[in-house]
Nanobody, 125 residues
Framework: QVQLVESGGGLVQAGGSLRLSCVAS????????MGWFRQAPGKQRELVVG????????YYADSVKGRFTISRDNTNNTVYMQMNSLEPEDTAVYYC??????????????????WGQGTQVTVSS
């Protein structure tokens, strides 16, 4: 079992920044790719960013390229997402996700098999 605990969401004005954190409670070798999905009201859930276990491979949705950065600290089983230049369209519930199969690439939305409880990010205009 893998438990994912997110933090860092909140309310921010357009143009501002937030950093989301997610701690994975699991034996280190059982968590490979990690990432963040988001779901806005009335929209489908989408994979926003992903990162391989080593950090050598990353994935960014076109909508966040150049604004969001994913990183991880394997010593502490933590993944971070720095969000800059936030826009009202970024308003959503953000979910930390983890893959427990080593073969899953960061960009494979269907490969993540553990989800956090979600954290709300609201960007006001």
């Amino acid at each position: 079992q893998v438990q994912l605990v997110e933090s860092g969401g909140g309310l921010v004005q357009a143009g501002g920044s937030l950093r989301l954190s997610c701690v994975a409670s699991a034996r280190t070798f059982s968590v490979y790719a990690m990432g963040w999905f988001r779901q806005a009201p009335g929209k489908q859930r989408e994979l926003v960013v992903g990162i391989s276990r080593s950090g050598g491979r990353t994935y960014y949705a076109d909508s966040v390229k150049g604004r969001f950065t994913i990183s991880r600290d394997n010593t502490n089983n933590t993944v971070y997402m720095q969000m800059n230049s936030l826009e009202p369209e970024d308003t959503a519930v953000y979910y930390c996700v983890a893959a427990t199969r080593w073969s899953v690439l960061p960009s494979q939305a269907g490969g993540y098999d553990y989800w956090g409880q979600g954290t709300q990010v609201t960007v006001s205009s």
